[in-house]
């Protein structure tokens, strides 16, 4: 809960003058009027109040304060009956009363006394990859406090203990742990499960963490290209023998469909594995439409006849499990084709029919047959295995490139990966952003803002320099000798 004082300056009185307010916020904000204002340049900022220049700031500042010291009581009241805010209660002048859940005779809603039945009941209303967020809450805490914690116990002395108790975790773990036992607890008050209720409430810079980007760089994600075109021979032209794609310990399989996940712009690996064959829409347009209109014009003739091509794509349109938004990819079929050939076919060698999954995760005859318990966990196994193996190849690789071995590969990163390396081509952040589905502002945040490392250490030499930074600079400022460039063969032309 936050309460200051506020020059409303979105607002001009016909004198000239902004309504000075108090606002309020918790989770939103609400804005009391004082019934006083003041010019812009009467007001102090640093104060918040009414500077001398104002012929009446006496009185204005004792409206303002009386005002303020009113809206502090009243939230000191809701502290001390343990009842949640309410903005527009707590703005008015109305009296503040303790809210507890009556037990109804008829009323079925059952009524916890332990926070871990509470938890249960929560957890039942998830589906599987929710749930286990939860479950993981609850495993926690019983580590702590065993089987049993008395919901009647819990108030901000009980939660401040929790909080140091969960200390030992990293931050990014402890901060979800709390904000789920919060989302609980308030769901058990609001669905009428606690009969009374202590607001309860952790303080978010507290669990503010630098996270760094997993991805791969140009050069990281060009080497496994050429691991790929280099497997090709022993794996690729050899896989009807030995099925490599139902083999999730085959660092070649495991290379494979990470270049997969790129080309399908990161898609996520949930999303992946449901995916089957009749998702994949074979379609094409040309790169040069006719012109019915000039078609007895022999030069613009000639020049469609040279220009013109075919150009076939699949079109993949989904919802994503997760989030349940539409996905829309364009993907050229020469690439998809080449990478995906294998996996188009089963364990003895025939074509896959329409309703079978593209990658080996799951068996259309034993899929419906799962428990979303199972899925998950089936899910998780095969692509943690995929990773070891792609990791443990990677390992035996003196030269790869430090995106490769200076942290571990997850799948998770193939959609920075897909973006980083467009950056690194030279793509405009227009058509960065187009692709990742985001605007400028949130493609800069989540994806590009630590990867644009060039650009700032160009930036930052500027200031050092007086001529400006070339990149073969840049390059060579820290070497004594010019650095030799590695070639590294591969690319998307010349796969299979």
Known sequence: MKVRKELFKSKTLTNGEHPIAIRIHHKKAKLVMTGVSTKAEYWNKEKLAVKCQDKKYKEKNKIVNDEYLRILQRVTEFDTINRPYDLDLLASHEEITAIYNEIDDNDTIPIYTNFFDLLDAKIQTYEEGSARKYRQLKNALIKIYGNEIAIKSINKTWFATLEENLKDKGVKQAKE?????????NWGFTEGHILSYKPISYNKRAYTSIIEKRTLDLEGFTFLQHLYSIGTNEHLNNWLNEPYTFNNNSYFNAIN?????????????IDLSHLRMKDLKRKQYKKMPLDYTRIKDSQYMKEYNNKNQIIEYYSVQLLRQKTKREVNIKLPCYIIDSLLYPYYYDEVGFKKKEDDFILNVFDKKTYSQLSKKQIYSRMSNYWNTLADALNDYIATIHNAPTSLTEKR????AARHTALNVLNDKGATLEEIANMAGHDLKTLEKSYLGDFNIKRKVESNLRIWENEPIQEEAIES?????PRQEETIEGSWENQP
């Not at 400022?477 to 000798?481: A, I, K, Q, Y």
């Open 257 to 269: 469909i990470f270049l997969i996940m790129v080309a399908f712009d990161g898609l996520a690996p």
């Open 177 to 185: 742990l709390i904000k789920r036992f919060i989302t609980t607890y």
């Open 477 to 481: 400022s820290w070497e004594n000798e």
């Open 409 to 412: 590969i997850t799948y998770y």
